[in-house]
């Protein structure tokens, strides 16, 4: 079906100018290496703000074919320059620690929020052909009466961080709608694989267990274990991703970008522990942090960007896990 989609549309990307924002993180690096392999131009600007996970080492296999910029989205002067002649923006770049919000919120107003406005403002002024492609979060849902959440359900996030997502979300469709700009909002999930962060355990679950089974930790599986999520290979979303920029209809809608087949905390720990080789898993009690933010189980439907599209996930939790324990045996240096 990948090749089939790409073989309909020609090289969509070929030539074309591509700005990543929070481009050196994980995602933004992901769908650098996959752009620069399809010809673009690709052009990734980062704040590199300490603990979010921008890496140098994330790009190492591109790192002569690719622009880098060192700024931040806020920066008004700085969006304005380098939105002129993109074709695409991927909008990477925000604040991705819920935990942090409970405490300091001001960070997720200001990155996720204002951030968001700066950047098409400065698409408004200066380039509204582009199309941006927002990369946003199911916490934007909250909590859902109906498994799996549909883009109909009704959002009810938990959160600061999860309401300044949503928030922005809502700021592209302002722009789209009174502007004419082209925009994509996607819902992404549980995201784990190669290039994401491994320094601390405040985001990116799947990676941290990933770590602690590597380094022949335990892994705390709270609870029962038995709570549900769609957790998604890296190399999958980056293909959701792209085909969802290249589709005309898109403009405008928003898109669930998950898994069809959940698993469970419980399988995601047994399963990191085979295929590393090595660690173990124990049942522990939720800390009451994290009780207050648990929504329970929760995966998305995947329905309307497969049909859209024809998209669909091609990597088992096993084998994306294998490659995952793969990649950072290989360059736990890079990361740790």
Known sequence: MTTDFWQARGNPFQGKNILILGGLGFLGSSLAIRLVGMGARVLLADAMI???????????????????????????????????GQHYVFHSAAQVCHLKSLSDPFPDIDINIRGTAVIMEALRQHNPEAKVIKLGSRGQYGSVLKLPAGEEAKPEPKGIYEISLLAAEHIIGSYCRNHGIQGVLTRLTNIYGPRAQMRHNRFGVANWFVRLAIEDRTIPVFGDGLIKRDFLYIDDCVEALLRLAVLPDACGQVFNVGHDQPSNFLELATTIVAVAGKGRYEHTPFSPERKAQEPGDFYTDITKIHQATGWRPETSLADGLRRTADFYRMFRERYW
Do not use: S, T, W
């Not at 300490?50 to 994330?58: A, Q």
């Not at 074919?65 to 008004?76: A, T």
């Open 50 to 84: 300490e603990e979010y996970g921008g890496n140098l080492f994330n790009i190492d296999p591109i790192k002569n074919d690719v622009q880098v910029n060192y700024c931040d989205i806020r920066d008004e002067h700085a969006m304005g320059q380098l939105v002129r």
